[in-house]
Every structure is written in structure tokens, then in C-alpha cells.
């Protein structure tokens, strides 16, 4: 069927051109034969909207032999132009598609005075519609609706081809139109689906859907539009709405035959599929990417590679060899430009966590540091990409990590002295806390700042009394702490405890933090129990409460008897000395067993002064 088409259209071009030879002009035909040409005229329109492109042409060359120098013969030639190139477009011959478009052009030389030259143009513009050419289909259009100024169809038109090219702007050309004022069905299908464009680049992705759906009631054919279909699971996409993405989007990729929408539709159904777990469609799509495609000349299919880290399940079921040592690579793949920050916070991710040493990702902060970071999202053939994921994804993993983790306590630090504009993206209401404390763990008050961020008060209360004293100002820092001391739990509550005691002499509050079993194993206060053993002891010590201060020494030396340095055997030292008060000679021999062959000064002294 297909090629008695194409040898239809030969010989009707052939007939053309023998006619042309001769001049075409208008003339009339009877009123019988005037209402059947008329008749099949319009069947043969109805079977273009229907899709039926052969049988259209068949009708139209019927109407063209019958009467080829009247308004009919005039009319079914540009139809049977259109139908031929809708015919060929469909199936996968852009060449056709073009040699209807010449024979679109030559319609002026055919007919000498042509009466229909304004849908000549829309017919044109529409077949540049059909093959994405948005810059000469608005050409078109905006003469058309500068022309005709009446004709909303053409300012609908014209304003699907200018939001094509995402220019929100195009909407502006059909804000005066209402729904009434649309004659065909087609026409306003075409209207709604320009307000679906339109909101979908504004981001009203809600109002996207609906417009879409509106369309839809009016041109049932426009399932088949894969663009159509892409915005649609787009804008559901960007709603959450996975269930209703993927059935848009593989719908477009079905539609899809010259797959322009391919590729940013395996880039949207591979980000679905890796947020609900379905790791098996999202390596397919992915070996996809890497086989057709390469990460070098596709950038989405880069970006998707490099987010990768985002999944670490994905990762643990999929093993790609060395992926985070890859990152480095792909980042140098595209620098300097805005796509290799993508793998630079994989990188930092790695970092934080400890999984990436210094030296391994010390081209990191050259790409933080030299490319400047867009303040909008960045589009890739209608994909809009930002980097919200990354930054929120890295958020949230300084916002749960344990900020008195000393690698990640440091490598956190170091974000902040190498790049400080890089460190601000991670400011959130969720990080300002564990940002504070990280500052208070190194000892830079400079992160007293970040504690306005916090919304717990009596956390802000607490870590800013914790800069204070850090500061030296020790009585506002004594009395922030206080003041919130009975509201802490844990760990503050007990860090609290000690810093009253210890900076303030209250051996009573000391006695209290003492008391927690936990702190020993603690790898936040263990420090603060071994200056809290011996403050605690030198102050029992001078209360001459001699029994509690040799507890808290003894405590000392039994739980650290594996240091050996000179603070154990000072207070060795100590212990020996308050024994030798309390005249409890089993204590005392004891204690001086442990010093009997240490070289250690302290321990030499005890067995000096103490020894027999």
C-alpha cells in the first residue's frame, strides 16, 4: 500500500508539472458536481484528523483529477501535501516528509494566482511543527497571526511553538482566547495542551496534569503524541506520582520512532526506578546508556552514572569495579564544566564518610573551587537538572553522622577551610546542630554563628554555653548551661554535668557526672571521665574528704592501668599519698606493688617517700 502511495504521489506530481506547462487557472464546475467534490473534500480532511493518511490521499487525488483547475483541485493539493507528509513522517521517511514541503512550495507556481496561500503557510507550519523545526514553524505562525489577527488557531499555534523552545513566554499569544472561542476540537486540544506546557516550565506540575488531561477530552490521537506522553510522566515525575510516570513515559517510548525522547525518557524511568528499588530495570537502562551511548556525548546518561553513589544499595547489588575512585575520573571527563560537580559530590560523600582517603580525592576542591555553581537548574533537551539531590543527599548525611566522630569531624572541618562557599550549600535547618557540634568538637568558635540555626532551644542554649566557655567566658557559659541543664538528656546532659563541675570546682556535680557507668566506653565523654576522676579527686583532696578522693584515684589508675604515662603515675602518686593519710597500710602496698618497677619519676617518688 505504502508504495502504490509513493507512485500515486509520482504521478500526480508527473500530471503537475503538465499542467503547470500550461498555466493553471480557476474555473468553475456545476452545482451537482460542485456538492460532491465538496463531500469528498471534507471526508478526505476527516480521514487526515483520523489518521488514515492513505485513504485521505486516495480521496484527494479523486477530487484532483475530477476537477483539477477548480477551488477543490487547489484545495486537495495542498491536502494531499500535507497527508503525504504526515504519511511519510509516521513511517520513518523524513525524505518524503521533504518533498512534500517542496511541493508545498511550489503551490504559487502551479497555480498563478493561488487563492489559499494562508493555509499553504499553516500546512507548512505545521509539518515544521511535526519535525521539531520550533524556530521556522513560529516564523510562520507569527506572520500568519500578524496577517490574520482573527485566526486564534494560528496564535495557538504559534504559541506551542514558542513554549516548545521554553520560552514561557509564548503563552502570552493566547491569554485573550477562551475555550468558546476555539472552532475545532483539534484546535482547542492544541490550546489546553499549550497551558500544560506552560505550567509545566513554570513548575505548577498539578495544574500541568490537568491541562494535559483537558486536552486529552478534546484529541484522543494525542496519546500518540510522544511529546505529549513525556510531559505528561514528566510532570508526574516531578510529583512523586511513580506509578503514573512510568505508564506516560512508556507510552512516549513506545510512540518515540525516531527516539527524541529516548533518551531523557531512560533518564527519568531510571531515577524512578532507582528511588522505588527496582535496581533491575535501572541497571538495564543503564548498560543501555553505556552501550549506545557512552557518558562523553550524553550527558544525561553521564549525570545517571555519576548519581549512582546517591544509591548505595544499588551499588551493593550491582558491583561496578572501583566506582569511587571512577568518580575522580569522570569528574576530569567533563571539566570544567557544570556536569562534573555531579561526580565531585560523589567524592565528598565518600569523603565524609570516611571511605575516600585525603590523598584519594585531593582533585575534589579543584573542581569545587573552579567551576562557578548555577543558580538555576540547567536543561538538557527539556530534562531541567539541578544539583538538589546531591546537595540534600550529602545534608542529610552531615545531619545523621556523629559529630564526634573524629574522622568525620575533620573532614567536615576541612570542607569549610578549603571551600566555604561550597560548605554554606549544607546550612539547613537539619545540619545547623550537627554543624555546631562539629565546631565545638575541634575547638573553633567561629561556629558559634551556626547555632542560631537551631531550633531545639535548649540544645542552642547548650552548645552556645559550650562556645562561651571555649571562648574563656567562662561565667556566661557556666550559666547557658545551667540554665537548660535540667531539660538535656544523654550525652549533652552528662557533658553538661561535667564541664559546671570541673570549671566552676563543684565537686558535687562532678560526683553526679561520675556516677554514669557509660562514660568510660563513651567515646564522646571518656575524656571528660579522666579529667573528671582526677578534678574530682584533687577536690575531695582538699576537702580532706580523704575516702572519696582515694576512690576517685584508685578509680583512675584501674581503668587506665594500661596508659602508663606520667598522668597514671601521678596519680599512682596521689593514691599512695592519701593512703599513707588514712593509715590503710593494705591500700598503700597495693599501690606501691604497681610502682615497684616503673622508671617513671612519679612511681619512684611513691616507693621513696611510701615504700619500706
Given at each position: 500500500?505504502k ?40 471526508h478526505?480532511?476527516?480521514l ?96 500568519l497571526?500578524?496577517k ?9 499555534k ?58 486529552s ?27 503514573n ?58 549525570i ?45 560523600n ?118 562561651y ?91 587506665y592501668?594500661?596508659t ?7 596519680a ?41
Amino acid at each position: 500500500m505504502k508504495l502504490f502511495i509513493k507512485k500515486l504521489f509520482i504521478l500526480f506530481v508527473f500530471i503537475l508539472v503538465l499542467l503547470a506547462a500550461s498555466g493553471i487557472k480557476s474555473f468553475g464546475v456545476s452545482s451537482s458536481l460542485n456538492e460532491y467534490l465538496q463531500k469528498k473534500l471534507n471526508h478526505a480532511i476527516e480521514l487526515i484528523h483520523l489518521r488514515d493518511y492513505q485513504d485521505a490521499i486516495s480521496e484527494l487525488m479523486d477530487v484532483y483529477s475530477m476537477a483539477p483547475k477548480s477551488k477543490y483541485g487547489e484545495l486537495s493539493y495542498l491536502y494531499i501535501a500535507k497527508a503525504y507528509a504526515y504519511e511519510n513522517y509516521y513511517s520513518g521517511n523524513i525524505k518524503g516528509v521533504q518533498n512534500a514541503i517542496v511541493m508545498l512550495n511550489m503551490y504559487p507556481f502551479y497555480y498563478k494566482v493561488p487563492s489559499y496561500i494562508a493555509l499553504q503557510r499553516e500546512i507548512i507550519g505545521d509539518i515544521y511543527l511535526l519535525l521539531g523545526d520550533f524556530n521556522k514553524a513560529g516564523g510562520v505562525f507569527m506572520v500568519l497571526s500578524s496577517k490574520y489577527p482573527n485566526v486564534n488557531r494560528y496564535k495557538i499555534k504559534l504559541a506551542y511553538a514558542t513554549l516548545r523552545n521554553h520560552d514561557k513566554n509564548g503563552i502570552d499569544y493566547i491569554k485573550g482566547i477562551q475555550n468558546k472561542d476555539i472552532k475545532t476540537p483539534e484546535d482547542t486540544a492544541l490550546y489546553y495542551f499549550d497551558y500544560g506546557i506552560y505550567y509545566f516550565l513554570t513548575g505548577d506540575y498539578k495544574t500541568t496534569t490537568f491541562m494535559l488531561h483537558e486536552a486529552s477530552n478534546y484529541d484522543s490521537f494525542l496519546s500518540y503524541h510522544p511529546y505529549y506522553e513525556f510531559l505528561y510522566g514528566y510532570a508526574f515525575y516531578k510529583l512523586s506520582d511513580w506509578q503514573n510516570a512510568m505508564f506516560h513515559l512508556e507510552l512516549s517510548k513506545r510512540r518515540d520512532i525516531y527516539g527524541r525522547y529516548k533518551n531523557k525518557v531512560n533518564f527519568l524511568l531510571m531515577s524512578i526506578y532507582l528511588t522505588t528499588k527496582d535496581y533491575l530495570d535501572a541497571h538495564k537502562i543503564l548498560r543501555e546508556f553505556l552501550k549506545h551511548d557512552g557518558v562523553f556525548y550524553n550527558p544525561v546518561a553521564y549525570i545517571s552514572l555519576s548519581s549512582l553513589w546517591m544509591h548505595p544499595d544499588y551499588l551493593a547489588t550491582y558491583k561496578i569495579p572501583f566506582y569511587q575512585n571512577t568518580l575522580d575520573k569522570l569528574m576530569w571527563l567533563h571539566f570544567p564544566s557544570v556536569l562534573s560537580l555531579y561526580p565531585d559530590f560523589g567524592l565528598l560523600n565518600y569523603y565524609l564518610e570516611g571511605g575516600l582517603t585525603p590523598e584519594e580525592i585531593q582533585d575534589m576542591f579543584i573542581g569545587f573551587l573552579n567551576i562557578k555553581f548555577p543558580n538555576r537548574p540547567i536543561n538538557f533537551d527539556d530534562i531541567n537538572v539541578s544539583f538538589e539531590k546531591p546537595i540534600n543527599y550529602i545534608t542529610n548525611l552531615i545531619s545523621r553522622e556523629n559529630p564526634y566522630n573524629e574522622t568525620f569531624a575533620y573532614r567536615l572541618y576541612s570542607v569549610y577551610k578549603e571551600d566555604p562557599s561550597l560548605f554554606a550549600m549544607f546550612l539547613q535547618p537539619n545540619t545547623y546542630e550537627n554543624i555546631s557540634r562539629v565546631f565545638v568538637y575541634i575547638g573553633d568558635t567561629n561556629g558559634l554563628g551556626f547555632t542560631n540555626g537551631i531550633q531545639d532551644q535548649n540544645i542552642k542554649t547548650f552548645l552556645q554555653g559550650e562556645f562561651y566557655i571555649e571562648k574563656g567566658n567562662i561565667k556566661d557559659g557556666v550559666a547557658d548551661l545551667n540554665s537548660v541543664l535540667n531539660n538535656l538528656k544523654g550525652d549533652d546532659k552528662e557533658e553538661a554535668e561535667f564541664l559546671i563541675g570541673y570549671y566552676t570546682n563543684d565537686d558535687t556535680m562532678l560526683d553526679r557526672f561520675l556516677s554514669h557507668k557509660n562514660i568510660y566506653n563513651s567515646y564522646r565523654l571518656r575524656d571528660y571521665a579522666k579529667l573528671g576522676l582526677l578534678k574530682d579527686g584533687i577536690l575531695k583532696l582538699n576537702k580532706k574528704d580523704y575516702q572519696n578522693a582515694l576512690k576517685y584515684f584508685k578509680t583512675y589508675i584501674e581503668t587506665y592501668n594500661k596508659t602508663k604515662d606520667d598522668t597514671y603515675w601521678w596519680a599512682l602518686y596521689k593514691a599512695a599519698y592519701i593512703s599513707y593519710l588514712l593509715k590503710d597500710k593494705n591500700e598503700l602496698k597495693y599501690i606501691l606493688s604497681l610502682a615497684k618497677n616503673s622508671q617513671n619519676v612519679w612511681a619512684k617518688a611513691t616507693i621513696v617517700l611510701w615504700g619500706e
